[in-house]
T-cell receptor
Framework: NAGVMQNPRHLVRRRGQEARLRCSPMKGHSHVYWYRQLPEEGLKFMVYLQKENIIDESGMPKERFSAEFPKEGPSILRIQQVVRGDSAAYFC?????????????FGEGSRLTVL | GQQLNQSPQSMFIQEGEDVSMNCTSSSIFNTWLWYKQEPGEGPVLLIALYKAGELTSNGRLTAQFGITRKDSFLNISASIPSDVGIYFCAGQLDRHTGANSKLTFGKGITLSVRP
């Protein structure tokens, strides 16, 4: 039973390019959370999605960042016109239902480096 | 916004020793969780606490949900080398409400165990 799958594991972009990070939740999970982790920092909440719906995007920067979780396929976190400050590890987590008792299953993360 | 405080940033102990980590918050959480992250991996849930005053064990790990709902501690007894990692506390405001179900994380404590 595969866990949360994220790809790419490592991504290098130049300033101004676009970054797309993909997350396939665990089988049977329909709730996806994206978190960002800066060096020596905790995980900062970005967005919470269910299939085809954004439930909470209070942690998303107002510009350049967007997320989706379509009916079919993985959830995607998209960062347009990347800047050096976007360099971080981006983690996706999934849960089977809303009342998940706080247990989120995390992927291994996608590490974005902006040159 | 809500913040969880963990200190110190790093702890160094000898194999076989017990270690205690504390996590405090300026606001109330109704669920407290402890996660462990190893290098290059995503966080993994260790213990979840759902009731103020609750004391829960998982093998050599024991955690308590503070009576004020503003703090929690994690104890690791008889440490072993594989306990090395970053330990994060996390709080959840309301697991029944979509927007309040996100987890807020502390910055983590990096634990090193000397053989």
């Amino acid at each position: 039973n595969a866990g949360v799958m994220q790809n790419p594991r490592h991504l290098v972009r130049r300033r101004g390019q676009e970054a797309r990070l993909r997350c396939s939740p665990m089988k049977g999970h329909s709730h996806v959370y994206w978190y960002r982790q800066l060096p020596e920092e905790g995980l900062k909440f970005m967005v919470y999605l269910q299939k085809e719906n954004i439930i909470d995007e209070s942690g998303m920067p107002k510009e350049r960042f967007s997320a989706e979780f379509p009916k079919e396929g993985p959830s995607i976190l998209r960062i347009q016109q990347v800047v050096r400050g976007d360099s971080a590890a981006y983690f996706c987590a999934s849960s089977p239902y809303r009342d998940s008792l706080g247990e989120l299953f995390f992927g291994e993360g996608s590490r974005l480096t902006v040159l | 916004g809500q913040q969880l405080n963990q200190s110190p940033q790093s702890m160094f102990i000898q194999e076989g020793e017990d270690v205690s980590m504390n996590c405090t918050s300026s606001s109330i959480f109704n669920t407290w969780l402890w996660y462990k992250q190893e290098p290059g991996e995503g966080p993994v849930l260790l213990i979840a606490l759902y009731k103020a005053g609750e004391l829960t064990s998982n093998g050599r790990l024991t955690a308590q949900f503070g009576i004020t709902r503003k703090d929690s501690f994690l104890n690791i007894s008889a440490s072993i080398p594989s306990d090395v990692g970053i330990y994060f506390c996390a709080g959840q405001l309301d697991r029944h409400t979509g927007a309040n179900s996100k987890l807020t994380f502390g910055k983590g404590i990096t634990l090193s165990v000397r053989p």
